[in-house]
């Protein structure tokens, strides 16, 4: 069976700082990660995916995630906060079908 | 590009109602949507896979009667929730799959919130 874990539903992060939002997961067969990111009353909107390749995703906004197969994580971060990256941010794995297992999702608070 | 509307955005059903949901890829052909189930404060649920110009493959536990699924054409997926009680009150999420590109991306729709009274 899929699935995914973040810990921590709500982080706080000062503007500037680093953002760190971490993500393991569990899977029988090679995973595909993602990361999405949710705007109060807007749809889910990708921010970077792993499949193959390259351990080491760039996605918008500066944010970036490292797939590390022998720690089973895919942690996202971003160097330095804004504002504007205060959202919901979601891990989610695909069995390879597209079917989709979400994280429980961190909802991050950026203060001034 | 790859914007998924959905239709409502909000809806107040009484008990023992059915309510329709609409979403729609505006501009990409979507053989493939997913329906979606996000309670407060907690992740999203896979409830079922619409398949366009077949049925929809429903996740374990989801009641396919109460919960039908309709994917007529290459832009549309109807979720409908028959005989609607309090419980099934949620935040409804449909997202699609490019059917040109096809690849792994899902696009996600702005949710319904449904309430049922």
């Known amino acids: 069976a899929q699935s995914v874990t973040q810990l921590g539903s709500h982080v706080s992060v000062s503007e500037g700082a680093l953002v760190l939002l971490r993500c393991n997961y569990s899977s029988s067969v090679p995973p595909y990660l993602f990361w999405y990111v949710q705007y109060p009353n807007q749809g889910l909107q990708l921010l970077l995916k792993y499949t193959t390749g390259a351990t080491l995703v760039k996605g918008i906004n500066g944010f970036e995630a490292e797939f590390k197969k022998s720690e089973t994580s895919f942690h996202l971060t971003k160097p330095s906060a804004h504002m504007s990256d205060a959202a919901e941010y979601f891990c989610a794995l695909s069995d390879g079908n597209n079917r989709l297992a979400f994280g429980k999702g961190n909802q991050v608070v950026v203060i001034p | 590009g790859a914007v998924v509307s959905q239709h409502p955005s909000r809806v107040i059903c009484k008990s023992g109602t059915s309510v329709k949901i609409e979403c729609r890829s505006l501009d990409f052909q979507a053989t493939t949507m997913f329906w979606y189930r996000q309670f407060p404060k907690q992740s999203l649920m896979l409830m079922a896979t619409?398949?366009?110009?077949?049925?929809?493959?429903?996740e374990q536990g989801v009641e396919k009667d109460k919960f039908l699924i309709n994917h007529a054409s290459l832009t549309l997926s109807t979720l409908t929730v028959t005989s609607a009680h309090p419980e099934d009150s949620s935040f409804y999420i449909c997202?699609?799959?490019?059917?040109?590109?096809?690849?792994?991306?899902?696009?996600f729709g702005p949710g319904t919130r449904l309430t049922v009274l």
């Open positions: 997202s699609a799959r490019d059917r040109v590109t096809a690849t792994d991306t899902q696009y």
């Open positions: 619409s398949n366009e110009g077949s049925k929809a493959t429903y």
